[in-house]
């Protein structure tokens, strides 16, 4: 059974810097997609990054480009979201995504029809 159990939360001034984890168990985490999303009241799921855990390819949303970094740590079984120079519209639940594909989508989109596992969430509020 895959679990994914984000952690990393919290409320952060506007400008600060918060790092999201996602631990993984039940899954094959090396050699698969992950990514992180978001969703803000009233609003649709976003794609924010994304990365292939058997090399260095991600890919982020236009809107968290040069801030935001995802990594992973194979050994842990662990990913992350670095996240720096907040801004209010970043408030949002973010949430950890995992896919059974041995490869991640070429797509300019981060879609979350990629992803078959999601994690339950973590509530991100950024304080302008």
């Known amino acids: 059974q895959v679990q994914l159990v984000e952690s990393g939360g919290g409320s952060v001034q506007a400008g600060g810097s918060l790092r999201l984890s996602c631990a993984a168990s039940?899954?094959?985490?090396?050699?698969?997609?992950m990514g992180w999303f978001r969703q803000a009241p009233g609003k649709e799921r976003e794609g924010v990054a994304r990365?292939?855990?058997?090399?260095?390819?991600?890919y982020y949303a236009d809107s968290v480009r040069g801030r935001f970094t995802i990594s992973r740590d194979n050994a842990k079984n662990t990913l992350y979201l670095q996240m720096n120079s907040l801004k209010s519209e970043d408030t949002a639940m973010y949430y950890c995504?995992?896919?059974?594909?041995?490869?991640?989508?070429?797509?300019?989109?981060?879609?979350?029809?990629?992803?078959?596992?999601w994690g339950q969430g973590t509530q991100v509020t950024i304080s302008s």
């Open positions: 990365m292939y855990t058997g090399n260095e390819y991600t």
């Open positions: 039940g899954y094959a985490f090396l050699g698969n997609c």
């Open positions: 995504a995992a896919s059974t594909r041995t490869y991640c989508s070429g797509s300019s989109t981060i879609s979350t029809n990629e992803f078959n596992f």
